[in-house]
């Protein structure tokens, strides 16, 4: 079975996603093109896309599948039966956070907001709200939120879909960075000196 707090969890995600994809067609309404770059992507960064999308598919019917098949969560060593309350508990304040940083972060990127990386295609320098604490936000909230969904609803699919996120990300970013220091020069070059790539206060971000 799945906890009250494990389908809390779930429900946080799927309005999550819901406001993602609201939110993307803001942006693409706001830059008056398209904000969905990933069937432009190449090599690994094609890679990190097909990731972020297995890694979200995971999280959500990873528990539907194992909930509606009891042979796959009985052979599963980390599926509880709902029965880590605590856990549970912690994983939905986890997975709140997360979904809210992630979407506040989203939509204060505005016209820039873009989903996937393409050369060309980048936005005006955000470095406000958020941004002052971390140049990737959204994926720091991305990642709060499908580590809570695994807590609150501990099994394979489930702590499978962060990590898999967690390498998506780093790929991509990597890549972004390139197209940034492209784009917008010494400007990013010298965002990307005082603000950290993940999180952080007071420190020099690693390059």
């Known amino acids: 079975m799945i906890s009250g707090f494990g389908w809390a969890a779930l429900a ?3 309005g999550y996603l819901a406001l993602f ?3 993307s067609a803001l942006a693409a309404q ?3 093109r398209p904000v969905w770059l990933f069937s432009r992507a190449t090599g690994r960064d094609r890679l990190a ?3 972020f ?3 979200f598919v995971l999280a959500f019917f990873g528990p539907l599948l194992w909930l509606a098949m009891p042979a796959l969560h009985k052979v599963d060593p980390l599926w509880t039966e709902g029965g880590a309350v605590v856990l549970g508990l912690i994983g939905v304040f986890v ?3 997360g979904a ?3 979407f506040a972060a989203q939509m204060s990127m505005g016209s820039s907001w873009r989903v996937g990386v393409a050369g060309g295609e980048t936005g005006d320098l955000v470095s406000n709200g958020l941004y002052r604490f971390s140049r990737n936000p959204t994926f720091v909230g991305q990642f709060a939120l499908l580590a809570g969904v695994a807590m609150a609803v501990p099994a394979v699919p489930t702590v499978l879909a962060p ?3 967690l390498w998506s990300a780093s790929t991509q970013v990597r890549s972004e960075e390139a197209a940034l220091r492209t784009a917008i020069g010494s400007d990013y070059d010298r965002y990307a000196a005082s603000v950290p790539r993940w999180i952080g206060l007071n420190r020099k971000a690693a390059r």
């Open 12 to 14: 946080l995600l799927f």
């Open 21 to 23: 994809f609201w939110g």
């Open 30 to 32: 706001a830059a008056g």
């Open 49 to 51: 896309a097909m990731g």
């Open 53 to 55: 999308r297995l890694a």
């Open 95 to 97: 997975a709140g956070l």
């Open 100 to 102: 809210m940083v992630a």
């Open 163 to 165: 990590i898999l996120f």
